[in-house]
C-alpha cells in the first residue's frame, strides 16, 4: 500500500474535532493562545496519540512539539512537517491544527503501509504562531532557527503583563514531556508545512492543492502615544493632550498612506488600548499596533518611512513613538520542494496552481534552515482567523496524501 492509500479521511477530520474542543467556542471556533490551559491540552491530545502509535515525542526550550517516527539510519537528519496548535482569540479550528494533524497523519498512514524511510519523518508543533498573546508570532520556529532569540522570546510578555518563560513553565507542567537538552535547534534535512490556504483563490479556481511558492515579507509595529489625564466634561480643547485622538488622526492618515492602486499592500491595525480605559477621563495613553505586509521588502520599506513621517507629523500635541518589532523578510521557497509538491499533486490526480501565500507561516522561518516549501488546500470561501473557518474533509485529506507522498521521497533522498 502507498502511503497516500494509507491516509484516513476520517481518521483525519475525527482528530480535527477532538481538538476542535479544547479552547472551543460557542460559535464553533476555538480561542486557543499561546501557551494557555487549552494549549496544554492541545499538546496532552496530540501525545497520547504519539504514544499509542509508539512514536517517541519531546519538547525543546521554547515548547516545540516534536513528534518523531524513527527511519533505518539513525544518524540521518530528519524530515519534518507541521505547524502550529496555538490560534487566534477568535480563531477557526484549521489554521495551524490542520499542518500538525496532517503531519501526523502522514506518520500515521506511513506506519500503517510499513513504509520504512531512511531519515525519520517528524511532526512538529511550534510554540506561538499567531503571536496574538505574545509578540512576536511565529516564535517557536523562528527559535528554533535562530537559537540566539531564545533569551528574548522568554522575556516576552503578554498583554496583562503574564511572562512567556512562566506560562512555558506552566504549560509544560500541564502537559509534561521528554525536554531535548540544550538549546533549540538541531539539523532538519527538509520541511514541508501543510495548512489551509486563508484566501479564496483555490476554491475560486475549484483546485485542490495550492503549490506553495512563496511568502510574501510582514513587519508589525508598536505606535504608542502619550497624552494627560483630564476631566472630560470641563477641559477645554485647547487644554487637552488626548491620547486616542492624535491615534485616531495618525490610524487615518497610515490608511490612507497605505491604500496602494493595485491593492498589494495589507495594512492592519488590529489591537487598540486606550488608557485609563474610563469614559469620564480623556485618555493619558493608547497603544496601537500595526501589522504590515507586501511581497516587496523594498515596498515594505518606503511605507515604513511614510509611517515613521506620519507619526512624527501628526501626533501633536501629544509624544508619540513607533517601534518595529518584527521584520520578516519575503521567503521564496526551494525549487526542489516546489516541484515535488506539484509532481505528487499531479500524479495523484489532484487539480493544483502555483500560488504566493499571502498569510505567515512557521515555514518561512524553517526555509533559512534547509529546502523547504507549502502544500495549501482550500477553506470556505477564504475565510480565516474567524470562528466560521471551515474546510472539507475529502480536501483535508487530499493535501495530507500529498503531503505523506512529498515527505516519503524526501525521507528516502
Ligand atoms: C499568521 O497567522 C499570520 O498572521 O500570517
Ligand atoms: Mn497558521
Ligand atoms: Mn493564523
Given at each position: 500500500?502507498?502511503?497516500?492509500?494509507?491516509?484516513?479521511?476520517?481518521?483525519?477530520?475525527?482528530?480535527h474535532?477532538?481538538?476542535?474542543?479544547?479552547?472551543g467556542t460557542?460559535?464553533?471556533?476555538?480561542?486557543?493562545?499561546?501557551?494557555?490551559?487549552?494549549?496544554?491540552?492541545?499538546?496532552?491530545?496530540?501525545?497520547s496519540?504519539?504514544?499509542?502509535?509508539?512514536?517517541?515525542?519531546?519538547?525543546?526550550?521554547?515548547?516545540?512539539?516534536?513528534?518523531?517516527?524513527?527511519?533505518?539510519?539513525?544518524?540521518?537528519?530528519p524530515?519534518?512537517?507541521?505547524?502550529?496548535?496555538?490560534?487566534?482569540?477568535?480563531?477557526g479550528?484549521?489554521d495551524?491544527?490542520y499542518?500538525?494533524?496532517?503531519?501526523f497523519?502522514a506518520?500515521?498512514?506511513?506506519?500503517?503501509?510499513?513504509?520504512?524511510?531512511?531519515r525519520?519523518v517528524?511532526?512538529?508543533?511550534?510554540?506561538?504562531?499567531?503571536?496574538?498573546?505574545?509578540?512576536p508570532?511565529?516564535?517557536g520556529?523562528?527559535?528554533?532557527?535562530r537559537?540566539?532569540?531564545?533569551?528574548?522570546?522568554?522575556?516576552?510578555?503578554?498583554?496583562?503583563?503574564?511572562?512567556?518563560?512562566?506560562?512555558?513553565?506552566?504549560?509544560?507542567?500541564?502537559?509534561?514531556?521528554?525536554?531535548?537538552?540544550?538549546?533549540p535547534?538541531?539539523?532538519?534535512?527538509?520541511?514541508?508545512?501543510?495548512?489551509?490556504?486563508?484566501?479564496?483563490?483555490?476554491?475560486?479556481?475549484?483546485?485542490?492543492?495550492?503549490v506553495v511558492?512563496?511568502?510574501?515579507?510582514?513587519?508589525?509595529?508598536?505606535?504608542?502615544?502619550?497624552g494627560?489625564?483630564?476631566?472630560?466634561?470641563?477641559?477645554?480643547?485647547?487644554?487637552?493632550?488626548?491620547?486616542?485622538?492624535?491615534?485616531?488622526?495618525?490610524?487615518a492618515?497610515?490608511?490612507?498612506?497605505?491604500?496602494?492602486?493595485?491593492?498589494?499592500?495589507?495594512?492592519?491595525?488590529?489591537r487598540?488600548d486606550?488608557?485609563?480605559?474610563?469614559?469620564?477621563?480623556?485618555?493619558?495613553?493608547?497603544?496601537?499596533?500595526?501589522?504590515?505586509?507586501?511581497?516587496?521588502?523594498?515596498?515594505?520599506?518606503?511605507?515604513?518611512?511614510?509611517?515613521?513621517?506620519i507619526?512624527?507629523?501628526?501626533?501633536?500635541?501629544?509624544?508619540?513613538?513607533?517601534?518595529?518589532?518584527?521584520n520578516v523578510?519575503?521567503?521564496?521557497?526551494?525549487?526542489?520542494?516546489?516541484?515535488?509538491?506539484?509532481?505528487?499533486a499531479?500524479?495523484?490526480n489532484?487539480?493544483?496552481?502555483d500560488?504566493?501565500s499571502?498569510?505567515?507561516?512557521?515555514a518561512m522561518?524553517?526555509?533559512?534552515?534547509?529546502?523547504?516549501?507549502?502544500?495549501?488546500?482550500?477553506?470556505?470561501?477564504?475565510?480565516?482567523?474567524?470562528e466560521?473557518?471551515?474546510?472539507?474533509?475529502?480536501?483535508?485529506?487530499?493535501?495530507?496524501?500529498?503531503?505523506?507522498?512529498?515527505?516519503e521521497?524526501?525521507?528516502?533522498?
Open positions: 500500500m502507498s502511503g497516500a492509500n494509507a491516509v484516513k479521511e476520517d481518521r483525519l477530520w475525527q482528530r474535532a477532538d481538538m476542535a474542543k479544547l479552547g460557542a460559535k464553533g471556533g476555538v480561542n486557543r493562545q499561546a501557551l494557555s490551559a487549552e494549549d496544554a491540552a492541545a499538546r496532552n491530545l496530540l501525545a496519540w504519539a504514544k499509542a502509535r509508539g512514536f517517541e515525542i519531546f519538547t525543546d526550550a521554547i515548547g516545540n512539539l516534536f513528534v518523531q517516527r524513527p527511519g533505518s539510519d539513525a544518524k540521518a537528519a524530515v519534518m512537517s507541521g505547524s502550529h496548535m496555538d490560534s487566534q482569540p477568535t480563531g479550528r484549521f495551524g491544527m499542518g500538525v494533524l496532517a503531519a497523519e506518520l500515521e498512514a506511513l506506519e500503517d503501509a510499513r513504509i520504512r524511510t531512511r525519520p517528524m511532526a512538529v508543533a511550534w510554540t506561538n504562531e499567531e503571536g496574538s498573546r505574545f509578540q508570532g511565529a516564535m520556529s523562528a527559535v528554533f532557527a537559537p540566539e532569540r531564545l533569551g528574548d522570546a522568554l522575556a516576552a510578555k503578554d498583554w496583562d503583563g503574564v511572562v512567556l518563560k512562566d506560562a512555558l513553565a506552566a504549560t509544560l507542567k500541564a502537559a509534561p514531556m521528554p525536554m531535548r537538552s540544550g538549546a535547534g538541531f539539523p532538519v534535512a527538509s520541511y514541508v508545512e501543510a495548512h489551509i490556504e486563508q484566501g479564496p483563490r483555490l476554491e475560486n479556481e475549484k483546485k485542490t492543492i495550492g511558492t512563496a511568502i510574501q515579507g510582514s513587519r508589525r509595529y508598536i505606535v504608542t502615544v502619550e494627560e489625564e483630564a476631566h472630560a466634561g470641563t477641559t477645554p480643547r485647547a487644554a487637552r493632550k488626548d491620547a486616542f485622538a492624535a491615534a485616531a488622526r495618525i490610524a492618515a497610515m490608511y490612507e498612506a497605505t491604500t496602494d492602486a493595485d491593492d498589494t499592500l495589507r495594512f492592519t491595525i488590529g487598540v486606550v488608557a485609563p480605559g474610563s469614559p469620564n477621563t480623556v485618555p493619558g495613553k493608547a497603544v496601537f499596533t500595526i501589522d504590515m505586509r507586501h511581497p516587496s521588502n523594498d515596498v515594505l520599506d518606503e511605507h515604513e518611512k511614510k509611517l515613521e513621517g507619526v512624527a507629523s501628526r501626533a501633536a500635541p501629544c509624544p508619540a513613538r513607533i517601534e518595529r518589532i518584527t523578510g519575503s521567503t521564496d521557497f526551494d525549487l526542489t520542494v516546489i516541484d515535488l509538491v506539484r509532481a505528487k499531479n500524479a495523484l489532484l487539480s493544483n496552481m500560488m504566493p499571502g498569510a505567515g507561516h512557521d522561518h524553517i526555509a533559512r534552515l534547509c529546502p523547504a516549501g507549502m502544500i495549501f488546500v482550500p477553506c470556505e470561501r477564504g475565510v480565516s482567523h474567524n466560521a473557518e471551515n474546510a472539507s474533509p475529502a480536501d483535508l485529506a487530499a493535501g495530507a496524501r500529498v503531503l505523506v507522498e512529498v515527505l521521497e524526501l525521507a528516502n533522498r
